[in-house]
Protein backbone atom coordinates (compact mmCIF):
# COMPACT_ATOMS: atom_id res chain seq x y z
CA UNK A 1 0.00 0.00 0.00
CA UNK A 2 1.41 3.43 -0.82
CA UNK A 3 0.65 6.55 0.83
CA UNK A 4 2.17 10.24 0.77
CA UNK A 5 3.04 10.15 4.21
CA UNK A 6 6.73 9.50 3.90
CA UNK A 7 8.96 8.63 6.76
CA UNK A 8 11.27 10.70 8.44
CA UNK A 9 15.05 10.77 8.87
CA UNK A 10 16.49 10.11 12.27
CA UNK A 11 17.15 13.29 13.87
CA UNK A 12 13.88 14.65 11.99
CA UNK A 13 15.68 15.93 9.32
CA UNK A 14 14.15 15.94 5.61
CA UNK A 15 15.06 13.90 2.67
CA UNK A 16 17.18 15.48 -0.35
CA UNK A 17 13.55 15.23 -2.17
CA UNK A 18 11.61 16.84 0.48
CA UNK A 19 14.77 19.68 0.57
CA UNK A 20 14.16 20.24 -2.91
CA UNK A 21 10.34 20.17 -3.19
CA UNK A 22 10.24 22.57 -0.15
CA UNK A 23 12.90 25.05 -2.16
CA UNK A 24 11.05 25.12 -5.44
CA UNK A 25 8.19 25.91 -3.77
CA UNK A 26 9.59 28.66 -1.95
CA UNK A 27 11.15 30.31 -5.06
CA UNK A 28 7.67 30.16 -6.67
CA UNK A 29 6.73 32.65 -3.53
CA UNK A 30 9.54 34.49 -3.79
CA UNK A 31 9.50 35.43 -7.64
CA UNK A 32 5.58 36.20 -7.19
CA UNK A 33 6.50 38.46 -4.70
CA UNK A 34 9.20 39.72 -6.40
CA UNK A 35 6.72 40.37 -9.47
CA UNK A 36 4.18 42.42 -8.07
CA UNK A 37 6.88 45.37 -6.75
CA UNK A 38 6.85 47.89 -4.44
CA UNK A 39 3.37 49.28 -3.62
CA UNK A 40 3.18 53.66 -4.10
CA UNK A 41 2.89 54.34 -0.68
CA UNK A 42 5.95 52.81 -0.10
CA UNK A 43 7.55 54.13 -2.86
CA UNK A 44 6.22 57.57 -1.52
CA UNK A 45 6.77 57.01 2.41
CA UNK A 46 10.72 56.40 0.71
CA UNK A 47 10.96 59.52 -1.35
CA UNK A 48 9.56 61.39 1.56
CA UNK A 49 12.34 59.81 3.56
CA UNK A 50 14.97 60.37 1.63
CA UNK A 51 14.53 64.02 1.45
CA UNK A 52 14.08 64.44 5.13
CA UNK A 53 17.44 62.87 5.36
CA UNK A 54 18.98 64.92 3.03
CA UNK A 55 17.85 68.13 4.23
CA UNK A 56 18.81 67.43 7.71
CA UNK A 57 22.21 66.09 6.37
CA UNK A 58 22.47 69.90 4.84
CA UNK A 59 21.52 71.16 8.32
CA UNK A 60 23.88 69.63 9.69
CA UNK A 61 26.32 70.47 7.68
CA UNK A 62 25.45 74.29 7.90
CA UNK A 63 25.47 73.92 11.86
CA UNK A 64 29.42 72.63 11.51
CA UNK A 65 30.71 74.43 9.42
CA UNK A 66 29.44 77.99 11.51
CA UNK A 67 30.73 76.05 14.77
CA UNK A 68 34.02 75.13 13.71
CA UNK A 69 35.67 71.61 14.33
CA UNK A 70 35.26 70.96 17.73
CA UNK A 71 32.84 68.61 17.79
CA UNK A 72 33.79 66.42 14.70
CA UNK A 73 37.41 66.33 17.02
CA UNK A 74 35.64 65.37 19.70
CA UNK A 75 33.56 62.27 17.76
CA UNK A 76 36.96 61.49 16.19
CA UNK A 77 38.13 60.99 19.59
CA UNK A 78 35.68 59.28 21.32
CA UNK A 79 35.16 56.45 18.14
CA UNK A 80 38.96 55.79 19.34
CA UNK A 81 37.48 53.63 21.94
CA UNK A 82 35.90 50.91 21.89
CA UNK A 83 32.34 50.02 23.45
CA UNK A 84 34.39 48.01 26.34
CA UNK A 85 36.30 51.63 27.54
CA UNK A 86 39.88 50.27 26.21
CA UNK A 87 42.08 51.82 22.90
CA UNK A 88 41.29 50.14 19.96
Known amino acids: MHTDAQVRKPGGRLSREDQRRIGDILQRVYDEVLRQG ?3 RFKDLLHQF ?6 GEA ?10 HHETDRLVGAKAFDNKGSRS
Open 59 to 68: ATAARRQGEG
Open 50 to 55: DRAEED
Open 38 to 40: VPD
